[in-house]
Structure formats: C-alpha cells, structure tokens
C-alpha cells in the first residue's frame, strides 16, 4: 500500500495540479468578492454564492484526483461511450423542452438551487468519443480491417445531433466551441498539414463573415431569440447601447481602466455594485482587473495558458494516438474557453456567456474541467511511467 502510494506520488503531474488549485482559490476568493455586495442588495446571505463555489471546487478537486488514478480503458469503453452519448443528447433534450430559457436560452437542468449546463458535458464526451474513433481507425488501417471513409461518416452521424442541440438552445458560445473541437481533433489526424491550415482559415473566415453579416441584416428581428441579435449591437457600438445591450461591455472598459497597473484593492471594484450585471460569471476577469489590476490579470492568464501548453506538451510527447488526441482536445477546449471570455470582456469578441475556466462561479463548467484535467494528469503519469520502464529496460540490456 505504501509502495502504491509513493509510486502514484512520484508520477503525479504537480506542474498541472498546482496552478489548477491556485486558479480555483484565485476563483473562490473572488467569486466572493465579485457577488457579495449585490446578495446583499436582494436579501440575501453574503457568503451564498462563496459556499457554493466551495463546494464545486471540493467536487472539482475530488474528480481531478479519481480520474488522474483510474484506469483509463474505462473512459472508452463501449459501454462507456454508448451511455455517455445518450446522456447527453437526452440531457439536452430536457434542457430545451422540459425546462426553461435562463438569459434567453434553454441551455440549464435547474435542480433546486443548483443547475446543470448539458452543453459542458457534451464538450468532454466529444473530446474522448472523436479520440477514441481516431485512434481504433488507426490500429484497424494498420491491421487492414478499415476503410478510411467509414470512421468519418459515423463521427457525423453521431456528432452533428449533439451539435444542433446545442445551437438550438440556442447556445452559440457553446455550439462553437464543440465545433472547435472536432475541427481541431479532425486537423489533427490529418495527414496533410496544407490542407489543415487551409480549413482552419477557411472555418474562421466563415465565422468572421457570419458575425458582421448578422449584424447588417439582422436575422432575429421579431423572433424570440432577437436577444442575439441585440449582442452584436452592442459588441459593435456599446457606448451607443451603454443603458441596454452594451452594458456589460461598457462596465468592463470601465472596470479595466480603473484597476490600471496594481487594482483599486481587492474588495474595492466600484463596477460590481449593481453596474456591470452578473459581475461573478463571464464577467469575473473584469473585476481581477479593477481589483488587482493588470499585474493580477496576469498571474491569472499566466496561470491558465502554463496549464494549455503544458497540456499540449504532454499530447506532442505522447506515443500514443489516443492520449495525443485527447490532449490536443483537452486544450482546445480550454484555449477556445479562454479566448472567448477574454475577448468579450475587452470588447474583442461578441458576449458569449462563456465562463473563464476555474475562476468563473459554475458547477458544471468547474466539474467538467476538472475531469478533463483529471484524464490529462492521468495520461501524464503514464507516460512518465512508459518512460522510466523503458529507460529501465535499456539499462538492463546494456548490462
């Protein structure tokens, strides 16, 4: 037991594990800070939201720890993978027409006074079903069982469901960034780099010609979703829009500016006193910047992108087909996450609603980080252990 424990210790990855459990106290400390005041506006206990946050971070903490010791043929297994797919298009299923629409959409579970976000589990799924599907079409070429095509055909059938649930919700930071996903995964296994770079280019232009598109002619109008819309206008023109849509954008310009280089003080945001709306969540980097100023935005994004590249690092490293996929998702799930929050906090990109992963107060969004987080600490020591057995071995041979 003793041995176990040391060896599970010495393959630990605490350069991953460490600024994890730094960004989630980061997080606590200014969930609490960023929400109190305006509890107590409402009524309502100060510490509310700082006890929920405790907790999703303690279950967050608990799940990287299971499954960067579990055995990892569990995760794609079939039966695994079979129970995984229908949870998810049954989860959101029920979050489209069972519930209803939070901030204009039909994204959320409400359980009591906790909710479940569906469009973040489906995230992980993807990352481990594409991985696992790439990886086996692999072996199969190998062995010659395969055709090349037939793998892609079943990823579409299986994946673009989960992806129109997701924008019907409609959930448009989401749905984006499960396309990423896939686009990167399937990038990823190409053989021909040229070609890849050729769709990425071409899948952003799309993008970029959609948003401005929209905002020309204005797709929404009189529909029930003309809340989108009215985003667009205020990521485009916010001061125009200062009273309405672009509130929350011209709150955190201001937040930015008044934190300067070393912050007002923690606790001291003036933008979080009923200015800027919902200040704890996708809003939170606003209030790091007022209260502890570029240098605290730093350590904090500092942080995040040590943890991507890290994680990147590990997938480059990897022998295996499958651990590399599931890293290159891995990160690609926390860059995308990242830059979309980020860029509408500085009015860069459209608001999203995408949260600032471990900092942002969520449940789902920390649990299924942290899994994933979880399942790449794993890989990790595996590969450390493949490593130290290897060298071990040509030690012996030398002999």
């Known amino acids: ?114 909710s479940i ?22 072996a199969d070429i190998y062995l010659g069982k395969h055709k090349r095509t037939t793998t892609r055909k079943n990823l579409a059938v299986n994946i673009l469901p989960i992806l129109a649930l997701i924008a019907i919700e409609p959930d448009t930071g989401g749905a984006t960034i499960c396309a990423a996903i896939c686009l990167v995964l399937i990038l990823a296994n190409s053989k021909n780099w040229r070609a890849s770079i050729g769709i990425l280019g071409v899948a952003i232009s799309i993008i970029a010609l959609t948003v401005m598109a929209i905002h020309a002619i204005n797709p929404f109008k009189g529909s029930k979703v003309e809340y989108m819309y009215k985003r667009f206008e205020g990521y485009f023109d916010p001061f125009t ?89 891995v990160a690609t799930f926390f860059t995308v996450e990242s830059i979309f929050n980020i860029g509408a906090v500085n009015g860069l990109l459209p608001i999203t609603g995408v949260t600032l992963p471990f900092i942002s107060y969520g449940g789902s969004s920390m649990v299924v980080l942290s899994m994933a987080l979880g399942m790449v600490m794993n890989i990790s020591a595996n590969e450390k252990r493949h490593t130290a057995r290897n060298m071990f071995l040509n030690m012996e041979l030398k002999k």
């Open 1 to 114: 037991m003793k041995n176990k424990l040391k060896e599970k210790l010495k393959y630990f990855d605490y350069g991953l594990f460490i600024p994890y459990l730094i960004l989630c106290l980061i997080g606590i400390v200014m969930v609490y800070s960023a929400s109190a005041i305006n509890l107590t506006y409402v009524g309502v206990k100060a510490t509310s939201y700082l006890f929920k946050q405790i907790i999703f971070v303690g279950i967050g903490i608990t799940l990287t720890l299971i499954f960067s010791h579990m055995n990892p043929k569990f995760w794609v297994s079939k039966n695994v993978l079979r129970f995984g797919y229908w949870t998810v298009i049954i989860l959101l299923m029920m979050a489209k027409f069972l519930f209803g629409a939070i901030n204009g959409a039909n994204g959320w579970i409400t359980l009591g006074s906790f």
């Open 117 to 138: 976000q569906p469009a973040e589990i489906a995230k992980l799924y993807l990352v481990v079903a594409i991985s696992k599907a790439f990886s086996k079409r692999e």
């Open 241 to 329: 829009y200062a009273t309405t849509s672009g509130k929350q954008l011209v709150n955190s310009f201001y937040a930015i500016s008044n934190g300067g280089l070393f912050g007002v003080g923690l606790g001291n945001s003036i933008q979080k006193r009923g200015y800027l709306p919902e200040p704890y969540t996708d809003f939170i980097l606003a209030i790091i910047a007022e209260e502890l100023g570029f240098i605290g935005v730093l350590v904090v994004l500092g942080l995040l992108f040590f943890i991507i590249l890290r994680i990147i690092l590990i997938g480059i490293r990897s022998n295996n087909t499958f651990n590399t996929l599931v890293c290159y998702g």
